[in-house]
């Protein structure tokens, strides 16, 4: 492992550029933006990494609103990911302005040491996480290539050292029919939002018959515009998950029947399309895992529990290439969840400011210390 006096002096420039790191957090989480338009957030992080030595590409992969940075020789290549897109309406209420604080944090601590410690740090800013998997693209456009190991931190109600989620497919549903008068000619009119109705209460009975852990769930867009109008078209947006990626193409078919039942029993057209490519399920590395969790343990932070799969994330996209780890820290202790008011509020806190520098040391030391079994031969995953 590194030599302690390596890991203080990380741990010392992480708390260095404290001031920096907060106001960073602080400045996301004001101008909050939403998929693939996180320009003045992804600008702000390529300008603080440029600034403290790292070679910056930015925009990166064919996304407006990629970077990615680099600095240090070292054998052994740790991507830090970092997220930084809000939610429509509500702001950072996913705490992404800390994501991307915590890992510029790590970066910045590790900057002055990366050859020192063996190491090349890659810091890819990584847009729309919470729609368009934006890490998927990146990953097929080769950002991750050459990497030994990629990180992140996020915050939650809970600490979680392994974070498991869901593995999520989404799908966009038009009907088309034929407009009508209710009353003078129905009979010529074929009802798209009878289509779409038929549909939901064939899904409704097919949730009878899925595994646990299979989850269908969406909302209707359109469906009419006035009550003595029969509606030509309607639309709605599905999500289906399943606890592994293997299950998604299962549950998708039986899922899009549906959908194709509702355009058959009202003569209706169905097109169904996939708006982005599919969430996998986060598989964390165990090498990485027992190194974080030490490196968390001596940090003091809570001891972290055991927990089933939730939420979903495009991380797990990279955990099926290469060795990650996503672990989730505790900034409201369960007062509130994610996708909540409450969690923006939570995510410039004093709990969500510990969690950035808590976030930066324990991710930089536990590069550091995967860079250290590396040079020693010590097997596993990672290694």
């Known amino acids: 492992m590194p030599p302690s006096d390596a890991k203080e002096a990380v741990r010392a420039r992480v708390h260095a550029h404290r001031d920096e790191l907060l106001a960073l957090s602080r ?42 940075a680099s600095l240090g020789d070292g054998p052994t290549t740790v991507a830090l990911v970092c997220e930084y897109d809000a939610l429509p309406g509500l702001g950072h209420a996913c705490g992404h302005n800390l994501i991307a604080a915590a890992g510029l944090g790590a970066a910045l601590g ?58 999520l497919g989404t799908l966009s549903v038009r009907y088309t029919g034929r407009a009508a008068h209710p009353s003078l000619n129905p009979h010529e009119g074929r009802n798209a939002a009878d289509a779409l109705t038929v549909a939901q209460v064939a899904l409704g009975l097919l949730r009878q018959q899925l595994p646990p852990h299979w989850r269908v769930h969406g909302i209707t867009t ?52 996939r708006p982005e490519p599919d969430y996998l399920d986060m598989r964390s590395d165990p090498a990485l895992l027992d190194l974080w969790r030490a490196n968390a343990a001596a940090l003091g932070r809570p001891e972290p529990i055991e927990s089933g799969p939730f939420a979903c994330t495009d991380m797990g996209n990279v955990s099926h290439a290469v060795p990650a780890i ?43 210390d995967l860079a250290a079994a590396r040079r020693g031969g010590v097997s596993g995953r990672a290694g």
Do not use: Q
């Open 27 to 68: 400045r996301i989480h004001a101008h909050p933006e939403t998929a693939f338009e996180e320009h003045r957030a992804a600008a702000w992080c390529a300008e603080l990494l440029r600034t403290h030595g790292y070679a910056v590409t930015a925009p990166a992969h064919g996304l407006a609103t990629a970077f990615t």
């Open 110 to 167: 590790l900057a002055p040491y990366a050859d020192r410690l063996g190491l090349t740090v890659r810091v890819i800013g990584a847009p729309a996480e919470e729609r368009g998997a934006g890490k998927a693209l990146l990953l097929a456009d080769g950002a991750f290539d050459g990497v030994d190991a990629a990180m992140m931190v996020h915050p939650c109600p809970v600490e979680v050292a392994d974070f498991r989620s869901f593995a």
């Open 222 to 273: 359109a469906a009419g515009t006035a009550p003595n109008l029969i509606p030509d078209s309607a639309s709605a947006e599905y999500e289906i998950r399943t606890p592994a990626a293997e299950d998604l193409a299962e549950l998708r078919a039986r899922v899009e029947d549906c959908f194709r039942a509702g355009a058959l029993a009202t003569g209706c057209k169905v097109l169904l399309e």
């Open 326 to 368: 996503h672990p989730v820290l505790d900034i409201t202790g369960g007062a509130c969840t994610p996708h909540e008011a409450a969690f923006a509020e939570a995510a410039v806190g004093p709990e969500a400011d510990r969690a950035v520098l808590d976030g930066a040391v324990a991710l930089a030391w536990t590069a550091a």
